[in-house]
């Protein structure tokens, strides 16, 4: 459960603007997404595959 604490003399903006980071930060919402529908283990497994050749990738770009 993510909650935000609200200090005194404190607009409610910067309250929900913290809460939205710590929101996002936690994963919540990529989480949820990931659950609501189902990949085929094929899928997954080239989408990890893809993501691994990226990640070499960006590796390489910085090692030059």
């Known amino acids: 459960m993510i909650g935000v604490t609200i ?14 980071k710590k929101y996002e930060r936690s994963g ?3 989480e949820f997404k990931k659950r609501t529908y ?3 283990p094929s ?3 080239r ?3 893809m993501k691994a050749v990226r ?3 960006r590796v390489q770009l910085e090692q030059q």
């Open 7 to 20: 200090d005194d003399n404190e607009s409610i903006d910067r309250a929900l603007r913290r809460f939205k």
């Open 28 to 30: 919540v919402l990529k």
């Open 38 to 40: 189902f990949t085929k």
């Open 43 to 45: 899928i997954q497994k």
């Open 47 to 49: 989408i990890s595959h």
């Open 55 to 57: 990640r070499q990738y």
